[in-house]
Protein backbone atom coordinates (compact mmCIF):
# COMPACT_ATOMS: atom_id res chain seq x y z
CA UNK A 1 0.00 0.00 0.00
CA UNK A 2 1.20 3.58 -0.95
CA UNK A 3 -0.60 6.28 0.97
CA UNK A 4 0.30 10.22 -0.04
CA UNK A 5 -0.44 12.97 2.62
CA UNK A 6 -0.74 16.43 0.60
CA UNK A 7 -0.56 19.76 2.84
CA UNK A 8 -0.46 23.57 2.36
CA UNK A 9 -3.47 24.88 0.22
CA UNK A 10 -5.32 27.76 1.81
CA UNK A 11 -6.95 31.00 0.64
CA UNK A 12 -4.87 33.49 -0.24
CA UNK A 13 -4.83 36.90 -2.13
CA UNK A 14 -4.23 37.41 -5.71
CA UNK A 15 -0.30 37.88 -6.46
CA UNK A 16 0.60 35.85 -3.07
CA UNK A 17 2.12 32.29 -2.63
CA UNK A 18 1.31 29.14 -1.33
CA UNK A 19 3.21 25.45 -1.07
CA UNK A 20 2.59 22.89 -1.13
CA UNK A 21 3.89 19.32 -0.04
CA UNK A 22 3.07 15.59 -0.66
CA UNK A 23 4.59 12.77 1.16
CA UNK A 24 4.58 9.36 0.30
CA UNK A 25 4.44 6.51 2.43
CA UNK A 26 3.79 2.80 2.72
CA UNK A 27 5.89 -0.12 1.05
CA UNK A 28 7.62 1.64 -1.86
CA UNK A 29 10.54 0.21 -3.66
CA UNK A 30 11.24 3.25 -5.78
CA UNK A 31 9.23 6.51 -7.20
CA UNK A 32 8.89 7.13 -10.79
CA UNK A 33 7.07 10.59 -11.43
CA UNK A 34 5.79 12.40 -8.98
CA UNK A 35 2.72 15.58 -10.31
CA UNK A 36 -0.04 17.44 -9.59
CA UNK A 37 -2.93 17.81 -11.20
CA UNK A 38 -6.30 20.21 -10.14
CA UNK A 39 -10.08 20.46 -10.84
CA UNK A 40 -11.52 23.58 -10.23
CA UNK A 41 -15.28 23.90 -9.57
CA UNK A 42 -17.21 22.07 -12.85
CA UNK A 43 -14.03 21.63 -14.58
CA UNK A 44 -12.36 18.38 -15.62
CA UNK A 45 -8.79 17.66 -13.42
CA UNK A 46 -6.00 19.03 -15.31
CA UNK A 47 -2.11 18.64 -15.14
CA UNK A 48 -0.40 21.17 -13.39
CA UNK A 49 3.27 19.91 -13.44
CA UNK A 50 5.09 16.60 -13.08
CA UNK A 51 8.59 15.74 -12.58
CA UNK A 52 9.96 12.36 -13.39
CA UNK A 53 12.59 10.50 -11.10
CA UNK A 54 15.36 12.14 -13.52
CA UNK A 55 14.54 15.41 -12.55
CA UNK A 56 12.68 16.34 -16.48
CA UNK A 57 9.55 18.55 -15.42
CA UNK A 58 6.23 19.29 -17.45
CA UNK A 59 3.87 22.29 -16.80
CA UNK A 60 0.80 23.42 -18.06
CA UNK A 61 1.16 26.83 -20.02
CA UNK A 62 -1.13 28.21 -17.55
CA UNK A 63 1.23 28.31 -14.58
CA UNK A 64 4.67 28.01 -16.63
CA UNK A 65 6.68 31.32 -15.21
CA UNK A 66 4.59 30.77 -11.91
CA UNK A 67 4.44 28.12 -10.75
CA UNK A 68 7.66 25.39 -9.89
CA UNK A 69 7.82 21.65 -9.02
CA UNK A 70 10.70 19.90 -6.70
CA UNK A 71 10.94 16.84 -5.45
CA UNK A 72 13.15 15.04 -2.01
CA UNK A 73 13.94 11.63 -3.38
CA UNK A 74 14.82 10.49 0.12
CA UNK A 75 12.19 11.98 1.44
CA UNK A 76 9.43 10.67 -0.52
CA UNK A 77 7.79 14.24 -1.28
CA UNK A 78 7.03 16.41 -3.92
CA UNK A 79 6.70 20.51 -3.77
CA UNK A 80 4.83 22.63 -5.70
CA UNK A 81 5.51 26.22 -5.11
CA UNK A 82 2.64 28.70 -6.26
CA UNK A 83 3.73 32.17 -7.15
CA UNK A 84 1.80 35.24 -8.48
CA UNK A 85 -1.28 33.57 -8.11
CA UNK A 86 -4.11 34.18 -9.82
CA UNK A 87 -8.06 33.47 -8.59
CA UNK A 88 -8.67 31.35 -11.31
CA UNK A 89 -5.79 28.88 -10.00
CA UNK A 90 -8.60 28.38 -7.62
CA UNK A 91 -9.01 25.08 -7.49
CA UNK A 92 -8.22 21.26 -5.61
CA UNK A 93 -4.87 20.28 -5.91
CA UNK A 94 -4.20 16.58 -6.21
CA UNK A 95 -0.58 14.52 -5.77
CA UNK A 96 0.03 11.82 -8.28
CA UNK A 97 2.79 9.48 -8.21
CA UNK A 98 3.68 6.48 -9.97
CA UNK A 99 5.31 4.08 -7.70
CA UNK A 100 6.72 0.58 -7.97
CA UNK A 101 5.78 -1.45 -4.41
CA UNK A 102 8.01 -3.56 -2.76
CA UNK A 103 6.09 -6.59 -4.20
CA UNK A 104 7.48 -4.79 -7.53
CA UNK A 105 3.53 -4.27 -8.26
CA UNK A 106 3.22 -0.67 -10.10
CA UNK A 107 0.98 1.56 -8.64
CA UNK A 108 -0.49 4.51 -9.97
CA UNK A 109 -1.86 6.51 -6.77
CA UNK A 110 -3.87 9.46 -6.13
CA UNK A 111 -4.15 12.34 -2.86
CA UNK A 112 -6.90 13.29 -1.43
CA UNK A 113 -6.53 16.73 -2.62
CA UNK A 114 -5.78 20.13 -1.10
CA UNK A 115 -8.15 22.92 -1.74
CA UNK A 116 -6.33 26.43 -2.86
CA UNK A 117 -8.63 29.38 -2.87
CA UNK A 118 -7.39 32.61 -4.35
CA UNK A 119 -9.40 35.72 -3.80
CA UNK A 120 -9.31 38.84 -6.09
Known amino acids: QVQLVESGGGLVQAGGSLRLSCAASGSIFSIDAMGWFRQAPGKQRELVATMTSGGSTNYADSVKGRFAISRDNAEMTVYLQMNSLKPEDTAAYYC??????????????WGKGTLVTVSS
Open 96 to 109: NVGALTVSRRWVDV
